[in-house]
């Protein structure tokens, strides 16, 4: 249903994130309150209708957005400029030339910085870098022909927003476990109408999820996607995969 109404970037990297957050609660209703299924299955489709997982997938892009300024700052630059620096080894500085000298020739008015020019003015350079960068992503947006490097980009923004919403998936992974452990633990408190094994496993999953969003997403499982689709990005920097017509 997804599929029909949102375009495989804003599903891949601003909806699943925030699906994915709010998973631990969506298995903890169904199979807590297993009789709220049909309710939940209409909800679900009234949400789609009205808009709610549009809003959702815009908050989900938005701290996305909000977090990728705090992280450019850390990293020094994104990873796009940064893999264009003369003095970063990422790339080695053979295949790099080559993408500087393409770009020289291709980007009207651009000139690629010499390694003295980038040391005596790193500001300038990374200017130049990012002007370079704007202009390759204007001719690479055609998904089917460079559909790896659309995958790349979904891959980081899926990374990138998850970052964004991670202390709000913690509470959604929380808030079952802290329910099931009242339930279980405090005999005046039953509230649950399922029984004990159902509830338990809502638990587990809150828990695998809860340790996913803790111990994965971080600022260098951003970064590495983001230095994937920085290389793939560059990679369209040989003449031939630019010039040549799709078959």
Known sequence: MLEKV????????RIR???LALLPLIVFTYLAFPKMY?????????????????ALGHYCRARGRAVEKVLIRRWGGLPTTQLLRHRDS??????????????SRNVPGWVAPTPEQEAQNPEDADARYQSAIKWLLE??????RFSMLFSENVSYGFRRNALGIKWFAVCCAITPLILVCTELFVPSVSFLSSDSL???FSAVISL???LWWICVVSDNWVKDAGIAYATRLLAACEEDTLRRKPA
């Open 208 to 210: 695998i999820l809860l």
């Open 198 to 200: 159902s509830y338990g």
């Open 139 to 144: 001719h690479t947006r055609d998904t089917k």
């Open 6 to 13: 949102f375009d495989p970037y804003s599903l891949g990297a």
């Open 90 to 103: 990422e790339i080695d500085a053979t295949t790099k030339s080559r993408y500087h000298g393409f770009l």
């Open 17 to 19: 994130p925030a699906l």
């Open 38 to 54: 049909e309710l939940l299955a209409a909800l679900a489709g009234a949400a789609v209708s009205f808009g709610f997982v549009t």
